[in-house]
């Protein structure tokens, strides 16, 4: 590779060299010729005469120093360093931006012709010189200097002042009252609908909630508004944490490249994790709303309130805002989905990241992009850590843990130590073992053993802790194992253990420990990591029917859902060992699948769950050489066999059932269970076309993509006129688009790589927008193995010319999508080398971006 850029170590970590208490901003906005006036004091904390600013593709109109122009200074790519500077001074530095020409859409950007930024991580410092790091809190004061096209002029905090000015251009000031650091900045400016609402806080405070969409879209928008109610009320009943400003406003904008951003009391979102009806999105669009609206809520405390003091510190604010985002969805919603969408998260995605060249702890030691660590490892892994916290010290002392952690920290940026320091200090509970999940990386395989013995009565678990080699230090970790013990009528048996937390948690603090259970009358059956306690592999040799005996048995619906999913990994381990043509499924877990439709549980969402099969890349994480072709048919197999099984459960459920067309927890979990009755028909009988077309033309958009999707994966002859039906009612919105071209790329079929490729002149495609590419390109190399993994190769180039293509405008969403070529090393070395052409084809390209080279380097060179 032509060019190395330089990695930062969290160990090299520096305090800032100056404080800045208050900045004032004046943008005068034109999009190709935006003009940033930066005023600001800045006091020096140990003796220097020189300041160095971030600063990247900005044009240095002038510099003051003391209201003097300045001329003692150097400009490099990066940085802006003035020389001969007293101690502390004010400093006026005006900059000249072109919006229309940003497509990395980070900094100041147009969407769609509305101005919005994008600061985190490193953003700023492509709107004025600044130190862009998260350590430098002020306040802020902004002007923002539009045209009249432009009616709604937004940035952080409260509106204080706005006119219009002789040039017929008008301004709106805004006053930050919180200090923040630089990624948390905001602006927006447009033309907008506006959904208001309001909220009084539980202090009696009336806040105002505002929320920005495009034109047209305001019909979309009730849904977001509601759940930012109902973030705003939990947060105070669970957390006891009030909202502080007096204003709340969320904009919705079109080309954005992540889910959402939490700019104090400015928030902006990817248009598609705001807008819903029941026309256009599906119930799990509605539930990610819900989350993802909580999510940057939250993050008001957990983030801005108190910030990261750099960016290694990232799962500080991550980690513990998924946490409570997931506590949120589970304390309004089922615990047991929500746990169920978490652990599929850890082990279909998390754990692969372990596996393979980008694994890091959810602290990082080393950082090229910063952007390339906004990771499930940080995030979710992140959140794991947290939760495990909560294991150990109990809701009540997590609280107590919180409680201190801001009243230290409030308006401070500090370390993931300082939060759990918080957490141990507030409950006289040393956590200075625990502390090493922050710093190791790797998923931890527990090794389980254990023993009968019936004269003592006694049950021992041995459980060994195993850890990956790629890292040269892994001392045992402190883990928290949640167990339940079931005897032969499915009844839990009673345990007692000096050292057991709430009579189901055992701690692992060394490499290998016993644990001994007396009075226990007969050999059990244990359930192990019950709930996933902790993001740890387990080794434990189930069987089939001790495995069945706990789907049946188990005390919550997640283990039940869990030991499903040992069942048929299991059966697909079986088939793929096996080598055969055919299998067929143990007959114990045929009756066990019979029989979950006969007793179905309360909640029909669940069973939807319990006869979803694992995915191919969770599976895929055993294997140390990836099998793709008996992989991909052991599961369709599978699947097929349980259509066949349950074929008239299905049936009778299918045409049985009816939703009152709500989105209550119990009309959403009649569309999952009939989407699944249909998924699973349409496998095995042609019957369905009648139900396939009569579903596709529902107004209810998860019913309409449920027969879409059937059609398609089971190849039915209807999949054709469907899509091509779906199309013509669709193509005017764009969003709804994204999933139909998600469903493209999901065809199995060997047409599919033709069909993205002609796609790519679709009236609604658009390389530039990052939902698009996300929809069309990241789904056929993340959730279509058997097309992407094509021994000919052709799927590997398709998405190595498009992370080319993206490779200048947009580094970041380029560099998202290159994950499923990380992981080459574990595939045939057929498809080896051909992975690693198309990464050695992208390492030579010119003005490859620091995002994509740091990915390349690692996933080439280790
Ligand atoms: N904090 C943002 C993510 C920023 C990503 C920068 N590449 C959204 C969130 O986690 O809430
Ligand atoms: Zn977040």
């Known amino acids: 590779m032509t060019h190395k850029p330089q990695a930062k170590f969290l160990k090299d970590y520096q305090p800032p060299s100056h404080q800045v208490d208050h900045i004032d901003l004046k943008f005068d906005l034109s999009p190709q010729k935006t003009v940033v006036t930066a005023n600001y004091r800045l006091t020096a904390k140990n003796q220097t005469s020189t300041v160095v600013l971030d600063g990247v593709e900005l044009k240095l109109l002038s510099l003051k120093v003391n209201g003097e122009v300045h001329t003692d200074y150097q400009v490099t790519d990066t940085q802006l360093k003035i020389n001969d500077i007293p101690d502390t001074f004010e400093l006026e530095v005006q900059t000249e931006i072109a919006p229309e020409l940003n497509t990395s859409l980070e900094g100041l950007y147009l969407s769609d012709g509305a101005y919005c930024t994008q600061c985190e991580a490193e953003g700023f410092r492509k709107i004025t010189y600044f130190f862009d790091r998260p350590d430098v809190l002020a306040t802020y004061t902004v002007t923002v200097i539009g045209d009249s096209s432009l009616p709604y002029l937004l940035s952080n905090g409260n509106k204080v002042d706005s006119g219009q000015l002789e040039n017929g251009k008008h301004f709106v000031t805004w006053e930050d009252p919180f200090k923040k650091p630089s990624y948390l900045f905001a602006l927006v400016a447009g033309e907008f609908d506006l959904l208001e609402d309001g909220f009084k806080t539980k202090s009696g405070r009336d806040v105002k909630l505002q929320i920005f969409v495009d034109k047209g879209n305001l019909s979309k928008a009730p849904h977001a508004m509601e759940s930012l109610k109902k973030a705003m009320k939990w947060d105070e009943e669970r957390f006891d944490l009030e909202y502080d400003l007096d204003i709340y406003m969320i904009v919705a904008v079109d080309f954005f490249n992540m889910g959402a951003m939490e700019n104090k009391g400015l928030n902006v979102f990817n248009s598609a994790c705001v807008l819903a009806n029941q026309e256009t999105a599906t119930d799990r669009d509605y539930h990610i709303i819900e989350s993802i609206v909580g999510h940057e809520y939250f993050h008001n405390w957990t983030g801005n309130r108190v910030t990261c003091r750099d960016w290694f510190q990232l799962s500080l604010k991550e980690g513990l805002t998924v946490f409570r985002d997931q506590e949120f969805s589970s304390d309004l919603g089922s615990r047991a989905l929500n746990r169920i969408d978490a652990v599929n998260a850890i082990k279909t995605h998390q754990f692969a990241e372990d596996a393979g060249p980008m694994a890091h702890p959810i602290r990082p030691e080393k950082v090229i992009e910063m952007n390339n660590f906004y990771t499930v490892t940080v995030y979710n892994k992140g959140a794991e850590v947290i939760r ?122 060394d490499v290998k420990q016993r644990f001994v259970f007396e009075q226990i009358n007969e050999a059990p059956i244990p359930v192990l990591l019950e709930d996933f306690s902790a993001p740890c592999t387990l080794e434990f040799d189930y069987t089939t029917t001790q495995l069945c005996h706990i789907s049946k048995f188990a005390s919550s619906d997640y283990v039940r859902w869990e030991a499903l999913q040992q069942l048929y990994t299991q059966q697909i381990r079986a088939h793929v060992e096996s080598g055969a043509d055919k299998f067929e499924i143990s007959s114990d877990l045929s009756e066990v699948l019979k029989n979950l439709f006969e007793n179905k549980p309360e909640d029909l969402a669940i069973l939807a769950e319990y006869i979803t099969v694992p995915n191919f890349d969770s599976l895929s994480a055993s294997y140390e050489q990836v099998p793709v072709e008996a992989l991909c048919k052991a599961i369709d197999s599978l699947e ?112 599919c790589i033709d069909t993205i490729l002609s796609l790519f002149d679709h009236p609604c495609f658009d390389k530039s927008n990052p939902n698009r590419v ?89």
């Open 774 to 862: 996300r929809a069309l390109v990241g789904t056929f190399a993340r959730a279509n193995p058997k097309q992407f993994h094509r021994e000919d190769g052709t799927g590997y180039k398709l998405l190595a010319d498009l992370i080319s293509e993206l490779n200048q405008p947009n580094p970041q969403n380029a560099s998202r999508i290159i994950t499923p070529f990380l992981s080459f090393k574990r595939f045939d070395e057929q498809r080896q080398s051909l992975m690693r052409a198309q990464l050695e084809r992208l390492s030579r390209i010119e003005n490859l971006s620091d995002d994509l080279f740091e990915k390349i380097d690692k996933a080439l060179n280790l």
């Open 388 to 509: 495990m916290m909560h294991t150990l010290l109990g809701e009540q002392g997590f609280q107590k843990g919180m409680q201190l952690y801001f009243d230290r920290h409030d308006g401070q940026a500090v370390t993931c130590d300082d939060f759990v320091n918080a957490m141990a200090d507030a409950t006289g509970t040393d956590l200075s073992q625990f502390k090493l999940w922050y710093s190791q990386s790797g998923t931890p395989k527990l090794k389980v053993t254990t023993q009968y013995n019936v004269d003592q009565k006694q049950f021992q678990i041995e459980i060994e802790q195993l850890h990956a080699a790629q890292d040269p230090v892994q001392l045992p970790l402190h883990i928290p194992i949640a167990i339940e013990l079931l005897d032969a009528d499915g009844e839990r048996v009673e345990v007692t253990h000096p050292e057991m937390r709430d009579g189901r948690v055992i701690e692992l603090k």
């Open 640 to 751: 097929l066999q349980i259509a066949q099984i349950l074929k008239v459960h299905l049936t009778a459920f299918y045409f049985g059932t009816q939703d009152s067309g709500s989105i209550s927890a119990g009309d959403v979990a009649i569309r999952a269970l009939k989407n699944k009755s249909l998924y699973y028909l349409a496998l095995i009988d042609e019957d369905v076309s009648e139900a396939l077309g009569k579903q596709a033309d529902s107004t209810n958009m998860t019913y309409k993509l449920g027969a879409l999707r059937s059609a398609i994966n089971a190849n039915h002859n209807l999949a054709d006129e469907l899509m091509s039906n779906f199309d013509k009612q669709w193509n005017h919105d764009l969003l709804v688009m994204d999933k139909w071209f998600a469903l493209q790329a999901s065809n199995k079929s060997d047409t």
